[in-house]
């Protein structure tokens, strides 16, 4: 089973409020990963990590940010929610290599109301 | 560019197999993925298989490749009710940070 877990489940936020989403492992990846999946779509990679205080755009440009000044924590930030942010945020880490296997948390879904 | 195509629904009476199926458009990936998600749950790795391969098996689950067409497959054998999920199929490409592109994911539905 993969150790990898994202707090918290569920937050249901008012707009203009500042959030932070949280994701930590105990495997040791140096490779950390946040996809933004919207229901019924693909996931789209918004940020990931090659290892402490790297951190690099994914492929759909988002509002957020993210840091990573330990290796088991990559927190993400968003610093004024919008209803536009409201989606489900899934982490994810790997380790170094090419094509090693992604574990996945179990996802934050947010609602921006 | 890259491109995932899966269609979004699918449903089977249990003990039937289920045929997932996903294409995409990008032939220089390296692996090719199917992932499953349970509600309220994240997505775990099923099975993958490398892009000079055209067949897989793994005990229930065969994954047929067919690079030529870039179509890929996924096949549940005697499909139960614990199957029920959205199975998303992923391609991977070499160098830098495991870039993964995902299609829309299928959900499958299993009755009895």
Redesign the interface.
């Known amino acids: 089973e993969?150790d990898?877990y994202?707090t918290p489940?569920y937050l249901v936020i008012g707009t203009g409020k500042k959030i932070t989403l949280e994701c930590s492992q105990t495997m040791g990846h140096d490779?950390m990963?946040w996809?933004q999946q919207d229901p019924?779509?693909?996931?789209?990679?918004i940020h990931?990590s090659?290892g402490v205080n790297s951190t690099?755009k994914g492929?759909l440009s988002s509002e957020s940010t993210v840091s990573r000044i330990r290796t088991e924590h990559f927190p993400l930030t968003l610093e004024s929610a919008r209803p536009s942010h409201t989606s489900q945020y899934?982490c994810?880490s790997?380790e170094s290599g090419?094509?090693?296997?992604?574990?996945?948390?179990?996802?934050t879904r947010l609602t921006v109301v | 560019g890259e491109d995932v195509e899966q269609s979004l629904f699918l449903s089977v009476r249990e003990g039937d197999s289920s045929v997932i199926n996903c294409t995409y458009t990008d032939s220089s990936s390296t692996y090719l993925y199917w992932y499953k998600q349970e509600p309220g749950a994240g997505l775990q790795l099923l099975t993958y298989i490398f892009s000079n391969m055209d067949m897989k098996q793994d005990q229930r689950l065969t994954v047929l490749l067919n690079k030529k067409d870039k179509h890929l497959s996924l096949r549940i054998a005697d499909t139960q009710t614990g199957d029920s999920a959205i199975y998303f199929c992923a391609e991977s490409f070499s160098g830098g940070y495991n870039k993964l592109i995902f299609g829309a994911g299928t959900r499958l539905a299993v009755h009895p």
């Not at chain 1, 019924?40 to 990679?45: A, D, K, R, S, Y």
């Not at chain 1, 090419?98 to 996802?107: C, L, N, S």
């Open positions: 993969a990898i994202q489940r490779k990963y996809y019924g779509m693909e996931l789209h990679l990931y090659y690099e492929d899934l994810a790997s090419e094509d090693t296997e992604a574990f996945f948390g179990q996802g």
